[in-house]
């Protein structure tokens, strides 16, 4: 049986800068929404002086067909973390699908 995953959640702590960010499992509908507004500010963030040529053309390739192409493959694989960082310091990063 396939699991398909259905949210994304992350975690970050940094000890160092007192960061200690849980947020809540977000539902991959929504994170396509929120990704797809973003596309709003597009322009706006092409127009950045300070973009190196490689930002410049991931920003400019991004469009909803690629959020879509994205959040279809997290959902197939099912769940699993997509990152798991920790250090000698403390600090972790965690992203996960569930």
Known sequence: MNNKASKIKIVVIDP??????????VR???LSFMASSAL???????????LNDNAFNVINKF????IKEI????KSIGPLDLVDISTGNGTQIKISTL
Do not use: C, V
């Not at 160092?16 to 499992?25: F, I, K, Q, V, Y």
């Not at 709003?40 to 127009?47: D, G, V």
């Open 63 to 66: 469009d909803k067909e690629m």
């Open 71 to 74: 959040i279809r493959e997290l």
């Open 16 to 25: 160092e800068s007192d960061l200690n960010l849980h947020l809540p499992a």
């Open 40 to 50: 709003l500010f597009k322009p706006f963030m092409l127009r950045n002086n300070e």
């Open 28 to 30: 991959f509908g929504f």
